[in-house]
RNA sequence: GCGGGCGUGGCGGAAUGGUAGACGCAGUGGACUCAAAAUCCACCGUUGGCAACAACAUGUCGGUUCGAGUCCGACCGCCCGUACCA
């Protein structure tokens, strides 16, 4: 009988339809085995899946399927991020409905992910422009209002003049519009927020509580909260009822405060300017420099002197000029500044320039009477030129003059945060409407429960700029709930990422009539592990942890963090070529020669640049779709999780891709060799070995995965791989190639199953149980000694396991080589590590 | 500027302070074949040597240690994040 090899083509939709007919990954709330939930980020339905998606659902992939063989109840789900602004651009170019774009997209993507044959659950499956969902993300945004967490009120924002819309600080590129190319202005809107700073103590405190999570993204969060620790204080104005407030983290630094400054935006730089159009002009001209991070990087400290002076709080003879300032931001801490120039860069530069006082009070030792240079003094030390903090040091000065501002009714402690509050409001059409009806009469109504969800029209028109909800007919028209004269919809729409805020959640529990069911919710929930870009390390992140803060708080759930494990994985990249001319080429049209790289077509000479993220632009994309057709899902799973970490980023090859295939065809040959004839005189001769390391391999396989370390658990394979076949058992080998197929299974899940069915495996590999190591197996009774002579190897001995020192050190010093190195000398020292190595220092 | 990460063969990468280079890719030689593909076997850090073996070798320089890729200090390079944050 021969058997045919393995192909794809029909294995992978074979076993594909059956799980599914067997409902293999359907995730059972009310089963008794314990319960996980493992997550990948759900993807944006751009239209095709990318090679990055392919990695990232590969290793949750093998994560899910894993606990499954393990005996867990698992929730491996699946949907869709689907508002966003690529679907009405799509609209506008094309004459399309967002609304068919995006569910075409759906359809298409979801084939080629389901051609991977991931163990998903596709029963939850959901996408968040389903009415379904974002009515219920609307009840969410009620609760939220009643309980005081949101609020509506003016801001900043991006306004593109010719799109007519909010931009996001992304989508703005050197001061223009990225689609419109028009200069961006600064407007203020009436926007809706999301009060996340209520929160932002707890989301900075609790990130000592994520060791799941890598530190790399605790400190990016960290960072984006900001929380500083100072003092708050008031400057009145000499001359006249004014004053405004300060913020600082140098409190001890007071006494060498020379000036103080204000943003443009500040209530009394308004005032000034309003009386002094040279003020104004100042105003005008630091409005216009725009606020690029590229523009700041260069611009020069500039400032424009009012006139006015403040008194020194700590000093009633000394009064300080102020200034409006470029530097100075008006959203962060109070919009005004004291500055130090003796120990702070920024002030230091700022009154070089305008020839301010510099005075040192903080000094170390020996430098008390050194005059500061050109570098501000930052470091620890003690006050000098400080009145009744001389002495002192940095942190007791801290203390005293906050400890004196707050008994002096001028300041007191205070902290302050970086993180600003959550606005939501997008003025577009394809996004969740704001369930709000705004009446002369009653002012913003919330739209009565009964009435959600608030569902989006669906003939609007996008031949002219602007929200579509905006000018739509009728839709807008409504009575007010309240007092039931006419009234009209909120037409902004929630920004996408709320829609991803809690979608783990509904992921968990999706009753009809509410968001979820809190018990069930809990029974899944924290996820477990999470998997995804480090693009989304702040925002997307953070938002999730706020909102489910948030529904605790309103009492909708019983936890504060939704991810226990996070795991942030590389990017897939592609080798990139240019021509002569500059010309990005595909690495289709090149090929490698002996002279080098050239264009295959031309011969001429091509560059090969680095590995880059596989980009449109660049040229180097690979579609996922193509690689499955030739090569097969479980090819592409095992080159996606092999070679790189997971955490680096990951070059696609050909002949990456092709090795990955071999070793697919590989298993095959090894799993048919092991239908053959027992070999007697092998098996005799090679199985204590192979035992061990079938046993060895369970163990490194098993903790591999569960610290998500695939290149590793794949190396592993291969030398189990390698061992059996050199082994050459034959049928008898079988038994260590099952427990070599359950231990890929969860990597290549369809080569797995057909194998185990071709040696008459019990059921589906999926159903069968992790395999265990038995620790006895894992202790060798003989070990290899290193012999090392001053730190050098010389030899190795082999010898049984838990030999005293003594032994070992005669045995060692007993050999040829080590003998004649050694020379009849006393060692001076011999150094024996059990089972492991001797050193003989001589 | 600040914060973080990373530097190991031709390449991706392994290595609880204890045999550096597991495993894969590429390459070289051979077997099978009319031939090729596939497959199998062997070799594969550098230098010297027929060999046994020796020396060198984990970005650079120093330190700790019987012993350092790993720990400590200084520096160089690359990557990522972030920024007038008071």
Redesign the pocket.
């Known amino acids: 009988m021969t058997i045919p ?1 393995f192909d794809p083509r029909s294995a992978d939709t074979r076993w594909q339809q059956r799980w599914e007919a067997d409902g293999s990954f359907f995730a059972d709330s009310r089963s008794a085995k314990p319960k996980t939930m493992i997550l990948e980020m759900f993807p944006y339905p751009s239209g095709r899946i990318h090679m990055g998606h392919v990695r990232n659902y590969a290793m949750g992939d093998v994560l899910a399927r894993a606990r499954r063989m393990q005996g867990l109840e698992v929730l491996h789900p699946m949907g869709w991020d689907a508002f966003g602004m690529p679907a009405e651009n799509a609209a506008m170019e094309r004459g399309i409905h967002p609304g068919g774009w995006t569910r075409d997209n759906i359809a298409s993507m979801r084939s080629q992910l389901k051609r991977l044959g991931l163990a998903i659950d596709w029963t939850r499956e959901f996408a968040t422009c389903d009415p379904e969902y974002y009515g219920h993300e609307q009840a969410i945004f009620l609760d939220f209002l009643e309980a005081g967490l949101v609020d509506r009120r003016d801001a900043w924002v991006n306004w593109d003049p010719v799109d007519n819309t909010v931009l996001a ?1 992304e989508q703005v590129i050197d001061g223009r519009g990225w689609r419109s190319g028009a200069v961006v202005e600064r407007r203020k809107l009436t926007q809706w927020f999301l009060k996340i700073t209520r929160f932002a103590d707890a989301l900075a405190a609790d990130l000592k509580t994520l060791d799941q999570w890598p ?2 993204v605790r ?2 969060q960290e ?2 909260i ?1 929380k ?1 620790l ?2 708050t204080f008031r400057f009145d104005v000499e001359g006249s009822d004014d004053h405004f407030e ?6 001890d630094t007071l006494f060498g405060a020379s000036f103080a ?1 204000i ?1 443009i935006d500040h209530p009394l730089a308004q005032k000034v300017a309003a009386a002094n159009t040279q003020a104004q002009a100042f105003i005008d001209a ?1 409005r216009a ?1 725009g ?1 690029a ?1 590229a ?3 260069t ?4 400032g424009f002197d009012t006139g006015l002076s403040v008194r020194h709080p700590l000093d009633p003879g000394r009064s300080l000029p102020v200034f409006i ?16 120039p003796a120990h ?4 230091l ?1 700022f009154a070089r320039k305008y020839m301010l006082p510099v005075t040192r009070v903080v000094a170390t030792d020996d430098d008390a009477q050194t005059p500061i240079g050109d570098e501000a003094y930052t470091g620890p030390g003690r006050m000098v030129n400080s009145g009744f903090l001389d002495g002192m040091d940095v942190d007791a000065a801290k203390a005293a003059v906050i400890a004196r501002a707050e008994s002096g009714g001028w300041g007191r402690g205070a902290t ?3 993180l600003r509050d959550w606005g939501v409001s997008r003025q577009r059409y394809w996004g969740t409407p704001i369930p709000i009806i705004h009446c002369d009469g009653c002012g913003p109504v919330p739209v009565p429960r009964d009435q959600l969800p608030v569902v989006l029209p669906e003939d609007v028109s996008f031949d002219r700029p602007g929200n579509p909800l905006d000018r739509h007919p009728t839709w807008k028209h409504v009575n007010c709930p309240s007092c039931g004269k006419p009234a009209r919809r909120e037409t902004d729409t929630l920004d996408t990422f709320v829609d991803s805020s809690w979608y783990f959640i509904r992921f968990a529990s999706q009753p009809a009539d509410k968001p979820f069911d809190r018990a069930e919710a809990e029974q899944w929930l924290p996820v477990a592990q999470y998997i995804g870009g ?2 989304h ?2 925002l997307h992140l953070l938002y999730a942890r706020f909102f489910t803060r948030a529904l605790a708080h309103v009492g909708r759930i019983g936890l504060v963090e939704p991810f226990r494990g996070l795991f942030t994985q ?1 990017m897939v990249t592609h080798e990139t070529y240019k021509d002569q001319s500059g010309q990005w080429l595909e690495p289709g049209a090149v090929e490698k020669r002996p002279e080098g790289w050239v264009e295959t077509a031309s011969g001429k000479a091509v560059v090969a640049g680095r ?1 880059e993220k596989m980009s449109k632009s660049k040229k180097n994309v690979v579609d996922p779709d193509a690689i499955l057709d030739h090569y097969g899902a479980d090819a592409v799973r095992w080159f996606m999780l ?4 997971p955490e ?4 696609w ?4 891709i ?6 697919v ?2 298993l095959w ?1 090894i799993a048919v060799a092991a239908t053959g004839a027992a070999n007697g005189a092998a098996e005799a001769a090679a199985n204590p070995g192979l035992d061990r390391l079938v046993h060895r391999t369970i163990a490194g396989i098993t903790h591999d995965i569960d610290r998500l ?1 695939f ?2 658990a ?6 189990l ?2 061992a059996i ?2 082994a050459g058992l034959g049928a008898a080998g079988a038994g260590a190639v099952r427990t070599l197929l359950r231990l890929v299974a969860p990597m290549v899940p369809h080569i797995a199953e057909e194998a185990w069915a071709l040696l008459g495996g019990e059921g589906l590999i999926i159903d069968a149980p992790w395999p265990v190591a038995d620790p006895a197996m894992l202790v060798d009774e003989e070990v ?1 000694y ?1 012999v ?1 002579v ?5 030899d ?1 001995l082999v010898m049984a396991k838990g030999l005293g020192q003594d032994h070992v050190s005669a045995a060692a010093l007993a050999t040829d ?1 080590i003998a004649a ?1 050694v020379g009849g000398q006393t060692p ?2 011999v ?1 024996v ?1 059990p089972d ?4 003989i ?1 001589v």
Not at 246 to 251: A, D
Not at 325 to 340: H, I, P, Q, S
């Open positions: 090899p600080n530190d790399k400190l990016m960072n984006w900001g500083s100072g003092l300060v913020f600082t983290t140098r409190p400054a943003a630091v420099t606020t991070a523009d700041l990087e611009a020069e400290k500039k300032a470029n530097f100075v931001l008006m959203e962060y801490g109070t919009g005004a500044v004291f500055g130090c702070d860069q920024r002030d530069d302050v945060f970086r480090v693009e390390a702040i590389g590995a092999s070679d790189s970490p680096r980023d990951l070059a090859s050909l002949s990456g092709e090795g990955a295939h071999r070793f065809n590989r040959r370390q290149n590793k794949v190396a592993r394979a291969y030398e791989a390698n076949e050199k290899t290193v090392q001053n730190g050098k190897v010389r190795r080589r190195l001076k020292k150094i590590v492991r190595l001797v050193n220092v």
